[in-house]
């Protein structure tokens, strides 16, 4: 409406142009340019500024006019409702000097502060929509929270009824054959010919059942008192360098283990640290068995609010396409059974190259909320 017939007109044609098209290339990788918007909010004055001089050349009465509303609702849902405030007065400002600009006579207020109050619903909107994605992420993130939490008490009663089970079937079957041994060796002692081959064998078998039904009695009362005290959890990292230390020692792979990450790993609790240890085990055997690895790195920490495990290899790598149901049906259960037992607990598992150009990598994201409730539940 402004421009100068020619090249004017040409000018602030391709300058509308260039700006739909970055605009555009900013929507389109968000993920990289969102991050900077964010930082630098400066940025977004400086297209405020650059708009405004388009605006003035095409006129209130153009379609930019109208796509200046954008502004501060885009201020509204990346900075909240001051930037929104600030960036609607700014854009109502500058729409109503463009009017004020205009030599035209028909423009009464009602069309003047039409778009100037456009801004304003504009940012009311867009901040009012960043509290809604905010409670919406905060509610996401709650629920998945609750979920690993739900999982992983699930998987502690689960491993104390094991553990139960394994009381009568072990311990209990054990005493059961102890106190038979025990009648029969009397049977054989009040014989009237006392066969002193036989006594001393059922002598034996008693000692041996006693000292059996004690050591199993041990290790399960030991792993129920680690589950019910609070303050004896599993130190992961330990036990992952000494499992490390013997899988080098048993295969003569190499072998290395190497901490990660910023805070420390709190304590796990055993029943939650048996899977995930059994899954990193699980994953250095496959290294050895099946990928033809000669070296195998397992890394572990605390990132971003999660504890997470990687064991990764050097080997041949999985087959192009592979998938769980093919692995179910040609019968491979060890990637199943590692899927199986990071979702008992809550975690999350991925298995492929990882950040790599070759091998296989096993990661195991495990949030560390679920380990501070199930703690202070036990």
Same mark, same amino acid.
């Given at each position: 409406?402004?421009?100068?017939?020619?090249?004017?007109?040409?000018?602030?044609?391709?300058?509308?142009?260039?700006?739909?098209?970055?605009?555009?290339?900013?929507?389109?990788?968000?993920?990289?340019? @969102?991050?900077?918007?964010?930082?630098?909010?400066?940025?977004?004055?400086?297209?405020?500024?650059?708009?405004?001089?388009?605006?003035?050349?095409?006129?209130?009465?153009?379609?930019?006019?109208?796509?200046?509303?954008?502004?501060?609702?885009?201020?509204?849902?990346?900075?909240?409702?001051?930037?929104?405030?600030?960036?609607?007065?700014?854009?109502?400002?500058?729409?109503?000097?463009?009017?004020?600009?205009?030599?035209?006579?028909?423009?009464?207020?009602?069309? %003047?502060?039409?778009?100037? @109050?456009?801004?304003?619903?504009? @940012?009311?909107?867009?901040?009012?929509?960043?509290?809604?994605?905010?409670?919406?992420?905060?509610?996401?993130?709650?629920?998945?929270?609750?979920?690993?939490?739900?999982?992983?008490?699930?998987?502690?009663?689960?491993?104390?009824?094991?553990?139960?089970?394994?009381?009568?079937?072990?311990?209990?079957?054990?005493?059961?054959?102890?106190?038979?041994?025990?009648?029969?060796?009397?049977?054989?002692?009040?014989?009237?010919?006392?066969?002193?081959?036989?006594?001393?064998?059922?002598?034996?078998?008693?000692?041996?059942?006693?000292?059996?039904?004690?050591?199993?009695?041990?290790?399960?009362?030991?792993?129920?008192?680690?589950?019910?005290?609070?303050?004896?959890?599993?130190?992961?990292?330990?036990?992952?360098?000494?499992?490390?230390?013997?899988?080098?020692?048993?295969?003569?792979? !190499? %072998? !290395?283990?190497?901490?990660?990450?910023?805070?420390?790993?709190?304590?796990?609790?055993?029943?939650?640290?048996?899977?995930?240890? !059994?899954?990193?085990?699980?994953?250095?055997?496959? %290294?050895?068995?099946?990928?033809?690895?000669?070296?195998?790195?397992?890394?572990?920490?605390?990132?971003?609010?999660?504890?997470?495990?990687?064991?990764?290899?050097?080997?041949?790598?999985?087959?192009? @396409?592979?998938?769980?149901?093919?692995?179910?049906?040609?019968?491979?259960?060890?990637?199943?059974?590692?899927?199986?037992?990071?979702?008992?607990?809550?975690?999350?598992?991925?298995?492929?190259?990882?950040?790599?150009?070759?091998?296989?990598?096993?990661?195991?994201?495990?949030?560390?909320?679920?380990?501070?409730?199930?703690?202070?539940? %036990?």
């Amino acid at each position: 409406l402004n421009a100068a017939p020619g090249w004017g007109t040409r000018l602030v044609a391709g300058a509308v142009v260039v700006t739909f098209m970055a605009s555009y290339a900013l929507f389109r990788d968000w993920e990289r340019f @969102g991050p900077l918007l964010l930082r630098h909010p400066t940025l977004l004055a400086l297209d405020t500024l650059f708009g405004a001089l388009l605006l003035v050349s095409a006129g209130p009465g153009s379609t930019l006019a109208y796509v200046s509303v954008c502004t501060p609702f885009l201020a509204g849902l990346i900075y909240g409702w001051r930037a929104a405030a600030v960036f609607a007065s700014l854009q109502g400002l500058v729409l109503l000097l463009v009017h004020a600009t205009l030599d035209n006579p028909h423009t009464g207020p009602a069309e %003047a502060l039409l778009l100037p @109050g456009l801004c304003v619903v504009a @940012g009311a909107a867009g901040s009012s929509l960043r509290q809604l994605m905010l409670r919406f992420t905060e509610a996401t993130r709650a629920l998945t929270e609750m979920r690993a939490r739900l999982a992983v008490t699930e998987a502690v009663s689960a491993e104390r009824a094991r553990l139960a089970r394994e009381m009568h079937d072990s311990v209990a079957k054990t005493l059961h054959g102890v106190a038979l041994a025990a009648d029969g060796l009397t049977r054989s002692a009040a014989a009237p010919d006392i066969d002193a081959a036989r006594v001393r064998q059922q002598s034996g078998l008693v000692a041996r059942s006693a000292r059996r039904a004690a050591a199993e009695s041990r290790e399960l009362l030991a792993d129920l008192r680690r589950e019910s005290d609070p303050g004896h959890g599993t130190d992961v990292l330990a036990e992952l360098a000494a499992r490390t230390r013997d899988f080098h020692a048993r295969t003569g792979l !190499t %072998a !290395t283990f190497r901490p990660t990450g910023g805070p420390a790993v709190p304590p796990v609790p055993p029943a939650v640290a048996r899977q995930l240890l !059994t899954i990193a085990a699980e994953a250095m055997e496959n %290294a050895h068995r099946h990928a033809g690895a000669t070296r195998v790195e397992v890394l572990a920490g605390v990132h971003g609010g999660l504890l997470r495990i990687s064991v990764h290899d050097d080997g041949r790598g999985l087959p192009p @396409g592979t998938d769980l149901e093919q692995l179910r049906r040609t019968g491979h259960f060890g990637l199943i059974g590692m899927v199986e037992r990071a979702a008992s607990v809550g975690a999350r598992i991925r298995v492929g190259r990882g950040t790599r150009t070759h091998g296989t990598e096993v990661r195991v994201d495990l949030p560390l909320a679920a380990l501070t409730a199930t703690t202070r539940e %036990a």
